[in-house]
Structures are given as C-alpha cells and as structure tokens.
C-alpha cells in the first residue's frame, strides 16, 4: 500500500500541553510521524506519495467559515496580544457567562483569549507558528489520498499529522484542529460515492467525526473507544448516542472500559464490521489511532504488538476500498511497529 506525507506536519511542534491540570510535555509530537514513516520504509509497505495542493475548499465542505479564518489567525492574533509563547484557551462561555437562551455563537469576543474559548474544546491543544502550515498539510495528505482510492488503488495511507478526529464542524481540541478523516469522507461523497463508513480505532472517541455527520445517513460513523465515563473527551461516546433525523441508526458507539484487551476488543471491532457489512458503502476510511498499545503513555488499553496485525486482517475482511488516516497514539518509539502492523496486516 502507497504512503502519503508531507514534511509540513514538521511545522506544529508545541512545547506543552495541559493535560489533567497540569503542564507537561506535548506528547502529540513531530517524531511521531517521523518513526511511522521510518517504519513504512523499513518494511517496504509501499511507494512514498507526495501530497498535490487542494486549498481550502474540501476544508469548507465539513468546516465552518468563521472557525477556518480564526485557525488562520489565531497565531498572528496571539502574537499581537504580546504572548510569544504556546497559545492554549482558558475560559470558556459556559451557558452562565452566556445571556440565558442566546445560541452558542451569538457573540464571540474579538479577542484571541475569548476566541479560543469559544472555538476550543480543551486546554490541551497548542497553537503555534506553524500548526496552520501543518493543518492545511495534513488535509492535503488526507485529500491526495482520498483521490488515489477514488481513482481505484485498493488501499492507501494518510499518514496526517496532527491528527484530526476531535475537531468537529466549528471546534478544534484533543490535539485535533481539522478533521482529515472527515473532510477525505465528504471528498468521495463529491467525488460520486453513495455512501461513506468511517471506523474509528483511536484510543478516544471520535467526537468531532461524530458531529460533523450526526444528521446524516450518508456517512456511517463507529467508533470503538475508552468509556467516557472514565476516559477524555469525557462528554460524547456513549452507547446511547445513535444519530438524529436522517442520521438515526447511523452512528454507532462502542465504548470499552480501562484495561480492555485483544478479546473483548476483537468481539467489538467485530460488531463494527458486521454493521459496516450491512450498511454497504463504496468505501472505508479508518481513522487509524495507535494510542490503544498497552504501553501508551496517556490511555488505558492493553493492545500488544501482534493485535494490530490482527485489527489489519479484520479490516481488510470488509474488502473494501479503504482509506487509513493516522490518527493518535503517544508511545513513540513503538508507534512505526503498531501502525505498519495495522497496515501490513490489512495487506496480506
Ligand atoms: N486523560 C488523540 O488521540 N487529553 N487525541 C486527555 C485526559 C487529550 C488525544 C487527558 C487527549 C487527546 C487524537
Ligand atoms: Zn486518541
């Protein structure tokens, strides 16, 4: 299987990041793509693909204009508001610090602080001098993969960085600030597909994912993830959440709790492939977290080294053309082994 990457993903390298509270080290790092891409190559999956330029229009097809413009921004505005630092959200218009009953939106402060709140989910997701660079990168892997498997290649990787399944229609956050995965699924509705199902494997739930086609039963959404009882983004993932209006039925959750491995995480994938199997799309685009191996530094699962060779095989059994889009995964130095894993064993 061909490989898409772009260098630009070397331009969001944040220094820290919130997480539970306190300051640490980013763990959503540039060495991340750089260890997957070493692996593809040591392993011979496939040619190398650069990506082609596609602009900002398949941007615009999942995410709203005024949440676009302040991406492009944000730096500069941050800049001129004196920080030279990270720039991170730390107040947020919680419906009280809103006037009772007006939508989400009405006013946004047209500072950078009050626009962060408004547009972010967390106080774990850095902007920087170059995350636009490598935002706009990251959708032009997804992009130049979509129209390889468009065009009748059985398989191809975006390897995207950073990643994208947090980010919904008009938020950024969970490391995410566009949704590759989302924006490649509308791309070959576009481009004539009928209907689109999206896996997701990540470690988290794939809140952002989930919105952007909540209402819709064109694109088939699952995703297998720690129980947000327990586990980040802590407010969606639940079982009960199954679509609204014409996307009832079409929004599949299974949450799985701490300490879940290979068994019990196979019965689900499982459950996923039998529903992608009835609902018959054109094509499957997984967005392909690492960040269930048992050694992740941020997550709860206990997948090994083998298992994802194993999630390869079972994928690959929905004979489908199949777009993987990297998504997560924090225990670097094993995260080329994972992931080729994955790929190598969709491949056989
Ligand atoms: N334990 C992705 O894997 N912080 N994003 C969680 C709570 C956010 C992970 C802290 C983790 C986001 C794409
Ligand atoms: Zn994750």
């Given at each position: 299987?061909?490989?898409?990457?772009?260098?630009?993903?070397r331009?969001?390298?944040?220094?820290?990041?919130?997480?539970?509270?306190?300051?640490?080290?980013?763990?959503?790092?540039?060495?991340?793509?750089d260890?997957?891409?070493?692996?593809?190559?040591?392993q011979?999956?496939?040619?190398?693909?650069?990506?082609?330029?596609?602009?900002?229009?398949?941007?615009?097809?999942?995410?709203?204009?005024?949440?676009?413009?302040?991406?492009?921004?944000?730096?500069?505005d941050?800049?001129?508001?004196?920080?030279?630092?990270?720039?991170?959200?730390?107040?947020?218009?919680?419906?009280?610090?809103?006037?009772?009953?007006?939508?989400r939106?009405?006013?946004?402060?047209?500072?950078?602080?009050?626009?962060?709140?408004?547009?972010?989910?967390?106080?774990?997701?850095?902007?920087?001098?170059?995350?636009?660079?490598?935002?706009?990168?990251?959708?032009?892997?997804?992009?130049?993969?979509?129209?390889?498997?468009?065009?009748?290649?059985?398989?191809?990787?975006?390897?995207?960085?950073?990643?994208?399944?947090?980010?919904?229609?008009?938020?950024?956050?969970?490391?995410?600030?566009?949704?590759?995965?989302?924006?490649?699924a509308?791309?070959?509705?576009?481009?004539?597909?009928?209907?689109?199902?999206?896996?997701?494997?990540?470690?988290?739930?794939?809140?952002?994912?989930?919105?952007?086609?909540?209402?819709?039963?064109?694109?088939?959404?699952?995703?297998?993830?720690?129980?947000?009882?327990?586990?980040?983004p802590?407010?969606?993932?639940?079982a009960d959440?199954?679509?609204q209006?014409?996307?009832?039925?079409?929004?599949?959750?299974?949450?799985?709790?701490?300490?879940?491995?290979?068994?019990?995480?196979?019965?689900?994938?499982?459950?996923?492939?039998?529903?992608?199997?009835?609902?018959g799309?054109?094509?499957?685009?997984?967005?392909?977290?690492?960040?269930t191996?048992?050694?992740?530094?941020?997550?709860?699962?206990k997948?090994?080294?083998?298992?994802?060779?194993?999630?390869?095989?079972?994928?690959?059994?929905?004979?489908?053309?199949?777009?993987?889009?990297?998504?997560?995964?924090?225990?670097?130095?094993?995260?080329?082994?994972?992931?080729?894993?994955?790929?190598?064993?969709?491949?056989?």
């Amino acid at each position: 299987m061909r490989t898409v990457y772009s260098e630009d993903h070397r331009q969001h390298d944040a220094n820290m990041e919130l997480i539970e509270g306190k300051l640490v080290k980013a763990h959503e790092m540039p060495r991340r793509a750089d260890i997957v891409l070493d692996r593809v190559r040591h392993q011979k999956l496939g040619e190398i693909v650069t990506p082609q330029r596609f602009g900002l229009a398949p941007i615009l097809r999942v995410h709203d204009e005024g949440f676009v413009t302040f991406l492009r921004d944000a730096w500069n505005d941050w800049l001129k508001s004196g920080r030279d630092f990270d720039a991170l959200p730390h107040v947020w218009p919680v419906p009280g610090l809103t006037v009772p009953g007006r939508k989400r939106g009405s006013r946004i402060s047209k500072s950078i602080d009050g626009k962060m709140g408004h547009y972010a989910i967390d106080a774990g997701t850095p902007i920087t001098a170059g995350t636009w660079t490598a935002i706009t990168g990251a959708v032009d892997v997804a992009m130049t993969g979509q129209k390889l498997v468009a065009s009748g290649e059985r398989a191809v990787f975006a390897l995207c960085r950073p990643p994208g399944h947090h980010a919904g229609s008009d938020f950024y956050g969970g490391y995410c600030f566009f949704n590759n995965a989302a924006i490649a699924a509308q791309a070959f509705l576009d481009a004539g597909a009928k209907r689109v199902a999206i896996l997701d494997v990540d470690y988290h739930h794939g809140n952002g994912t989930q919105e952007i086609f909540y209402s819709r039963d064109d694109v088939l959404t699952i995703s297998l993830h720690s129980d947000p009882d327990q586990e980040f983004p802590y407010y969606l993932g639940y079982a009960d959440e199954i679509g609204q209006g014409a996307g009832e039925g079409y929004h599949l959750n299974l949450p799985l709790p701490w300490g879940t491995a290979w068994a019990s995480y196979e019965a689900a994938l499982q459950q996923a492939m039998a529903r992608i199997r009835q609902y018959g799309p054109d094509v499957l685009v997984v967005s392909l977290g690492l960040d269930t191996f048992e050694h992740d530094p941020i997550s709860r699962f206990k997948l090994t080294h083998d298992d994802y060779l194993r999630m390869g095989e079972v994928i690959a059994k929905a004979d489908l053309p199949t777009l993987f889009v990297f998504e997560g995964g924090y225990a670097v130095e094993a995260l080329g082994v994972n992931t080729v894993n994955v790929l190598s064993g969709f491949d056989q």
